[in-house]
Structure formats: structure tokens, C-alpha cells
């Protein structure tokens, strides 16, 4: 299997259960946050996004919440199922040099117990 | 759907030579990106191209370079490869937007 997943923060969930990924950025600035999902063996698919101006978004079982004050996004994953297992990497944009530039956190796996 | 493939998923070389990385996308689009992505250490930006035949480094390029001769295609060189740069490659594009779109990765060992 793919190695990128070693030595990441891990959240074991039972199926069925909801599940809430953390993650803190660090510039103030940062205009839009994406939220991506990392199967193994694969690259990284978008899930969520949501700019600044907002402080939550829901999709299609997920939801985003922003927090600008303490610089705080969080991935919230309703009724978890197995095939949501994968590592989720938040990503930040911010304006470098007069071009769009993502950061992204180190990630996070997701293990999902039946 | 917007398509970014890899010329390779897996590719094992040997210390010193020289390594292409090909990267294509099929949606016009105008950005393209090629990041390292290591344990533990998220993705590292090495370089991208927002233009034909524009480069900018990212925040990783030594021992990297880059070529980008036609809209779609995106190169990513490892002139003399060394150990250290064993990893997965990511290639990635984007359209006007901050969204970026990703390739299925290379993994590249070097020996």
C-alpha cells in the first residue's frame, strides 16, 4: 500500500458514527479553504470547499465549519461509512507574488470500523 | 469531468540519472502544478506553470526543473536523481479558480 499515510494523526470511527477532522491554518489573510480526500493509490479529490466570508457549508453528507477567529476549519462526515476511509488534507489559499498558492496541512486518516 | 493523468504510477531509477515526469490535462486549463508529497509532511509545492512556457518555483525546487511547451503538458525533470528525492509526485491543474485538480501520482524510488 501507499506510504503517504504513515505517521498521521489517525481518527478510528464505528460505521454509522460522525466524524469530525480538525485542522488549523495559519494565515489570517487565507481567502478560500478546500477540503480534499486522499484514497490509497490515488491523488487527492475535492470534497468541500468554503470562502472566508462564510462560516459553514454543507454538502452532500459533509459539512464545513469555519472558525476565523481562532483560524479553525473542520471536515464533519455524517453516518460514516467504510468507504470514506482515506486521509483528508485541508488546504488554504492565499496570494503569493500575484498568484494563488494552496497550503495544504499534513492530513489526517480516517479509519472506519464495521 | 476534468481529466489529469501521470505517465507513470510507479517508476524505480537509479542515482544519477535523469527522470521525466509527464503530466496532461484535458480542460484548457491554464494553471499546472507539480508537488512532492512525503509522510507526515502534507504536499510541498516544487514548481508550476501558470502560461505555456512560464515557470515559477515553488517552495521545494532544488534539484528540480520544469518544462512547459504546450497548454496540456506539463514536464517535471530530476536532471541527476538522488535518494532523497524518493517520494510520491503529484501533478495537479486549475482553471481560473483556487481549485486544483489532481493527478493519480507517481511514485518514484530512486536507487
Known amino acids: 500500500g501507499e506510504s503517504v499515510g504513515l505517521h498521521l494523526p489517525t481518527l478510528s470511527v464505528q460505521e454509522g458514527d460522525n466524524s469530525i477532522i480538525n485542522c488549523a491554518y495559519s494565515n489570517s489573510a487565507s481567502d478560500y479553504f478546500i477540503w480534499y480526500k486522499q484514497e490509497s493509490g490515488k491523488g487527492p479529490q475535492f470534497i468541500i470547499d468554503i470562502r472566508s466570508n462564510m462560516d459553514k457549508r454543507q454538502g452532500q453528507r459533509v459539512t464545513v465549519l469555519l472558525n476565523k477567529t481562532v483560524k479553525h476549519l473542520s471536515l464533519q462526515i455524517a453516518a460514516t461509512q467504510p468507504g470514506d476511509s482515506a486521509v483528508y488534507f485541508c488546504?488554504?489559499?492565499?496570494?503569493?507574488?500575484?498568484?494563488?498558492?494552496?497550503?495544504f496541512g499534513a492530513g489526517t486518516r480516517l479509519a472506519v470500523h464495521p | 469531468d476534468v481529466k489529469v493523468t501521470q505517465s507513470s504510477r510507479y517508476l524505480v531509477k537509479r542515482t544519477g540519472e535523469k527522470v521525466f515526469l509527464e503530466c496532461v490535462q484535458d480542460?484548457?486549463?491554464?494553471?499546472m502544478f507539480w508537488y512532492r508529497q512525503d509522510p507526515g509532511l502534507g504536499l510541498r509545492l516544487i514548481y508550476f506553470s501558470y502560461d505555456v512556457k512560464m515557470k515559477e518555483k515553488g517552495d521545494i525546487p532544488e534539484g528540480y526543473s520544469v518544462s512547459r511547451e504546450k497548454k496540456e503538458r506539463f514536464s517535471l525533470i530530476l536532471e541527476s536523481a538522488s535518494t532523497n528525492q524518493t517520494s510520491m509526485y503529484l501533478c495537479?491543474?486549475?482553471?481560473?479558480?483556487?481549485?486544483?485538480?489532481f493527478g493519480p501520482g507517481t511514485r518514484l524510488t530512486v536507487t
Open positions: 495537479a491543474s486549475r482553471p481560473q479558480g483556487p481549485e486544483q485538480y
Open positions: 480542460m484548457d486549463h491554464e494553471n
Open positions: 488546504a488554504e489559499n492565499i496570494i503569493s507574488g500575484g498568484y494563488n498558492k494552496l497550503i
